[in-house]
């Protein structure tokens, strides 16, 4: 059974920053393209970021490009988000996601993703 984890959601101030990690079991790490998703209070879930498989190519949703940076190592079958800058509009549930496929195609929506983490909360205070 594949699992993502992610960890190192917390609570911080406007202009704080965190990093998110994703830990996963997937046997062939480096097949996958990973993804960042998020969902904030009373909205759908959105695109963050993605990174190609072996790390050399990401793709960042406009709304938190330059702050925020993602990153892998296959070597630790995990991914990171590095979220600098954060402002209150940032606080959400975010997910971790894996893509099957060595291509160095973006995928930005959900439905092209084949394994999704629980999530770990992120909250931005003013």
């Known amino acids: 059974q594949v699992r993502l984890v992610e960890s190192g959601g917390g609570v911080v101030q406007t202009g704080d920053s965190l990093r998110l990690s994703c830990a996963s079991s997937?046997?062939?790490?480096?097949?996958?393209?990973m993804g960042w998703f998020r969902r904030a209070p009373g909205k759908e879930r959105e695109f963050v970021a993605t990174?190609?498989?072996?790390?050399?190519?990401?793709d960042t949703a406009d709304s938190v490009k330059g702050r925020f940076t993602i990153s892998r190592d296959n070597t630790e079958n995990a991914m990171y988000l590095q979220m600098n800058s954060l402002k209150p509009e940032d606080t959400a549930v975010y997910y971790c996601?894996?893509?099957?496929?060595?291509?160095?195609?973006?995928?930005?929506?959900?439905?092209?993703?084949?394994?999704w983490g629980q999530g770990t909360q992120v909250t931005v205070s003013s």
């Open positions: 996601a894996a893509k099957f496929g060595i291509s160095d195609y973006f995928a930005r929506a959900e439905y092209e993703y084949n394994y």
């Open positions: 997937l046997r062939t790490f480096d097949n996958y393209a």
């Open positions: 990174v190609n498989w072996n790390g050399r190519m990401t």
